[in-house]
């Protein structure tokens, strides 16, 4: 059966009194950068029909509601719930994250479901990091915040050009493109503290030698 609008009569093709979901899909869906296209053909619904639910100007059956949370692993339940106004992750629960390299230890700060950004905290010993082999990033851009200690960031040049370095002590900050081949570690001084931020986040892991 077509999904269609639902009949108001004080203004038709509204959800009236009905509860709305619209705010809710369509923050889940940016959230994982897709578009209504993708999701609606994944769905088994029409680029129209998604655009007009996600603006609440048409309500869906149940077996449709349920396709559509399915496709995004939202449950269902929480269409029907107050958005929470993010999500809050305690100190000391940080979700732990392997991306190879050594001496090291890394944990993810944000979602697993959101796509926008990444935020990754990175705790190294003295002399540990992501390894001598450089690897890149399929994302735009790429942030690092030195929390504590000193790191050096290594950047392959192209042959024969050599290779260019940046050290970076606490509290200096460096934007980069995450797609140039690099590597990193803490000095020889201590252990370091590091946050990353890479967007969009990333589909598969980084290309890290062990």
């Known amino acids: 059966m077509q999904e269609t609008a639902a009949d108001d ?3 038709p093709g509204t959800t009236g009194g ?11 869906r940016l959230a994982q950068r897709r578009t209504v296209a993708e999701v609606a053909e994944a769905s088994g619904l029409t680029k129209g029909f998604l655009s007009r639910l996600e ?3 048409a309500t869906a059956s149940v077996a449709a509601l349920v396709r559509l ?3 995004l692993d939202l449950a269902v339940g929480s269409l029907f719930t107050p958005a929470p106004a993010g999500e809050v992750l305690r ?3 940080y979700p732990p994250i392997t991306f ?3 001496g090291l230890r ?3 700060l944000t979602p697993v479901g959101e796509r926008r950004v990444a935020v990754i905290v990175s705790e190294l010993d003295a002399g540990g990091g992501s390894g001598e082999e450089p690897y890149g990033l399929d994302a735009d851009v790429e942030f690092a915040l030195v929390l504590a200690g000193e790191i050096e960031l290594r950047f392959a040049g192209p042959d024969p050009a050599p290779a260019e370095d940046v050290v970076l002590s606490a509290g200096d900050a460096f934007t980069f493109d995450p797609a140039r081949p690099h590597s990193f570690r803490a000095t020889a001084n201590g252990p370091a503290r590091v946050l990353w931020v890479v967007s969009p986040a990333l589909s598969d892991p980084p290309r890290r030698s062990a």
């Open 69 to 71: 949370c399915t496709t």
């Open 106 to 108: 890394e944990s993810l």
């Open 18 to 28: 009905a509860a709305l979901v619209g705010a809710r899909l369509r923050t889940t």
């Open 55 to 57: 603006r609440d100007r």
């Open 100 to 102: 190879g390299g050594h």
């Open 91 to 93: 100190a000391g629960h």
């Open 9 to 11: 009569p004080g203004e």
